[in-house]
């Protein structure tokens, strides 16, 4: 078997680097998609947990009640939801099977909480939101 000629060589070099190129371009383009489609979900998360911190804490039925209206109001305050139709923000007995960009609010005893779901249903990081918060929210 001979050896492949330089010309060869150079065009498989540049072949590789174009697909290289190219790949590294799509990443970037659905790396900066994936954020923008996201940041809507990140100002609800927010929202949600800034108005956490502030709750001064109760028993289970005043947690029930806080769940149930903190809904309502975060739903008149972002009355969409991002990626499609039905609420920005659920209760987490009332989350639906297909729950994209979508804050749920759950009680666990007397302490309520929140959990973030993303544009593909996958639940979001508290903590990375409460380190990094996304730019204050305004209304819809």
Same mark, same amino acid.
């Given at each position: 078997?001979?050896?492949?000629? #330089?010309? !060869?060589?150079? %065009?498989? @070099?540049? *072949? $590789?680097?174009?697909?290289?190129?190219?790949?590294?371009?799509?990443?970037?383009?659905?790396?900066?998609?994936?954020?923008?489609?996201?940041?809507?979900?990140?100002?609800?998360?927010?929202?949600?947990?800034?108005?956490?911190?502030?709750?001064?804490?109760?028993? #289970?039925? !005043?947690?029930? %009640?806080? @769940?149930? *209206? $903190?809904?309502?109001?975060?739903?008149?305050?972002?009355?969409?939801?991002?990626?499609?139709?039905?609420?920005?923000?659920?209760?987490?007995?009332?989350?639906?099977?297909?729950?994209?960009?979508?804050?749920?609010?759950?009680?666990?005893?007397?302490?309520?909480?929140?959990? !973030?779901?993303?544009?593909?249903?996958?639940?979001?990081?508290?903590?990375?939101?409460?380190?990094?918060?996304?730019?204050?929210?305004?209304?819809?």
């Amino acid at each position: 078997m001979t050896a492949p000629t #330089a010309r !060869a060589t150079r %065009r498989f @070099a540049a *072949l $590789l680097f174009t697909a290289i190129a190219i790949y590294g371009l799509w990443a970037i383009f659905l790396s900066v998609h994936t954020i923008v489609q996201q940041a809507p979900v990140r100002r609800h998360l927010w929202l949600a947990l800034e108005t956490l911190r502030q709750l001064p804490t109760g028993d #289970a039925a !005043a947690a029930q %009640r806080s @769940a149930r *209206l $903190l809904v309502a109001h975060w739903n008149q305050i972002y009355p969409h939801n991002p990626c499609g139709p039905g609420p920005a923000y659920v209760l987490a007995q009332d989350l639906p099977a297909q729950h994209a960009c979508m804050v749920s609010v759950g009680v666990q005893g007397d302490h309520l909480w929140v959990r !973030a779901y993303d544009t593909q249903g996958y639940a979001m990081d508290n903590i990375y939101e409460a380190l990094y918060p996304p730019p204050p929210p305004q209304a819809e």
